[in-house]
């Protein structure tokens, strides 16, 4: 006889759809990351969230991916994919803190959202963008032109 584990895969919304927030400008998702933010980290330890959209850009949710250190924090690409595989996400966007204050894309900020971008294109899911928080402010990769 063998054992297997069973996998349960669970989505639960407490916010009705109707009440979903429309996320359709960088700015309307820094609002979002903003406000669900640990400010008093902001500039302590580097973190990686996203956050998960439907086909309307309305908000699903945000998920932690990841906390690091003051210089980076490992991000599981699979990680991304499950949740948003979960949630029935259309669209995902990426968020990270700087501690260091720097609101410039590293290379390493850039190669990750290519990498998460062309595995999102396999899975029919869009990256939307991909945005670096500092307790000043905001920068947007798609702002940008690097999605």
């Given at each position: 006889?063998?054992?297997?584990?069973?996998?349960?895969?669970?989505?639960?919304?407490?916010?009705?759809?109707k009440e979903r927030i429309q996320v359709s400008s960088s700015s309307a998702a820094y609002k979002v990351f903003n406000?669900?933010?640990?400010?008093?980290?902001?500039?302590?330890?580097?973190?990686?969230?996203?956050?998960?959209?439907?086909?309307?850009?309305?908000?699903?949710?945000?998920?932690?991916?990841?906390?690091?250190?003051?210089?980076?924090?490992?991000?599981?690409?699979?990680?991304?994919?499950?949740?948003?595989?979960?949630?029935?996400?259309?669209y995902i966007i990426l968020c990270h803190n700087h501690p260091?204050?720097?609101?410039?894309?590293?290379?390493?900020?850039?190669?990750?959202?290519?990498?998460?971008?062309?595995?999102?294109?396999?899975?029919?899911?869009?990256?939307?963008?991909?945005?670096?928080?500092?307790?000043?402010?905001?920068?947007?990769?798609?702002?940008?032109?690097?999605?």
């Amino acid at each position: 006889m063998f054992k297997v584990a069973e996998i349960e895969l669970i989505y639960r919304s407490k916010v009705k759809a109707k009440e979903r927030i429309q996320v359709s400008s960088s700015s309307a998702a820094y609002k979002v990351f903003n406000e669900y933010w640990d400010h008093d980290k902001i500039e302590f330890q580097e973190e990686f969230k996203i956050l998960l959209l439907n086909r309307q850009n309305q908000a699903l949710g945000i998920y932690d991916i990841s906390k690091g250190g003051v210089a980076g924090t490992v991000v599981d690409v699979k990680m991304i994919f499950s949740a948003a595989l979960k949630a029935h996400a259309s669209y995902i966007i990426l968020c990270h803190n700087h501690p260091s204050g720097n609101l410039n894309p590293s290379r390493q900020d850039i190669q990750l959202t290519k990498k998460v971008y062309e595995a999102g294109r396999l899975l029919d899911i869009g990256i939307l963008d991909h945005l670096i928080l500092t307790s000043e402010g905001y920068t947007s990769l798609a702002d940008k032109g690097y999605i």
